[in-house]
T-cell receptor, first 115, second 111 residues
Framework: GAVVSQHPSWVICKSGTSVKIECRSL??????MFWYRQFPKQSLMLMATSNEGSKATYEQGVEKDKFLINHASLTLSTLTVTSAHPEDSSFYIC???????????FGPGTRLTVT | KQEVTQIPAALSVPEGENLVLNCSFTDSAIYNLQWFRQDPGKGLTSLLL?????REQTSGRLNASLDKSSGRSTLYIAASQPGDSATYLC??????????FGKGTSLLVTP
């Protein structure tokens, strides 16, 4: 099956710093990638949709200047949390959708803790 | 805006029982519906995908049904095992292909 990786799997950073999370589709080309966020005991909430070669589309309430998304190739999307604050601590999960498949393939997630 | 609700929020059953998890959604114009499993602190494992034109899908001890017109889906787990303990998430896909998730049902199967 299709495999999506995320790096890092966990990261601890200090308040005010920036953190980059990578999402890679390892064995297929992903025309669209999605970034989700999951707070403790909550479900996954879509943050943004990124299509290769174009600007990401952000969901209402998600600050595009704070959560920078780059989808520079068909196998890589990055999410950069800029000037991180403790309230940004969460579990960030990406998913990738290929050209032909209806199914999305999820990465293993990245646990971000901001101190 | 699509709203996905899962009932119950938590469930504890003894090993061997058959059980049903429920999912409802407000906008019936969906492309598909998926059931996922999530273990604590982990990512998602896709269990079953039902296209909007389908009524059910089966995989091993799992059976998922879809009634699109009424906005409901059920996940049936037969002969539950302690290894089935996890959070089960229901998600629907509307236009744009992003998934709308429910809050999940936390399942505990006791030996």
């Amino acid at each position: 099956g299709a495999v999506v990786s995320q790096h890092p799997s966990w990261v601890i950073c200090k308040s005010g710093t920036s953190v980059k999370i990578e999402c890679r589709s390892l064995d297929f080309q992903a025309t669209t990638m999605f970034w989700y966020r999951q707070f403790p005991k909550q479900s996954l909430m879509l943050m943004a949709t990124s299509n290769e070669g174009s600007k990401a589309t952000y969901e209402q309430g998600v600050e595009k200047d704070k959560f920078l998304i780059n989808h520079a190739s068909l196998t890589l999307s990055t999410l950069t949390v800029t000037s991180a604050h403790p309230e940004d601590s969460s579990f960030y999960i990406c998913s990738a959708r290929g050209r032909a498949a209806d199914e999305q393939y999820f990465g293993p997630g990245t646990r971000l803790t901001v101190t | 805006k699509q709203e996905v609700t899962q009932i119950p929020a938590a469930l504890s059953v003894p090993e061997g029982e058959n059980l049903v998890l429920n999912c409802s959604f407000t906008d019936s114009a969906i492309y598909n519906l998926q059931w996922f499993r999530q273990d604590p602190g982990k990512g998602l494992t896709s269990l079953l995908l039902i296209q909007s034109s389908q009524r059910e899908q089966t995989s091993g001890r799992l059976n998922a049904s879809l009634d699109k017109s009424s906005g409901r889906s059920t996940l049936y787990i037969a002969a539950s095992q302690p290894g089935d303990s996890a959070t089960y998430l229901c998600a629907v896909t509307n236009s744009g292909y992003a998934l709308n998730f429910g809050k999940g049902t936390s399942l505990l199967v006791t030996p």
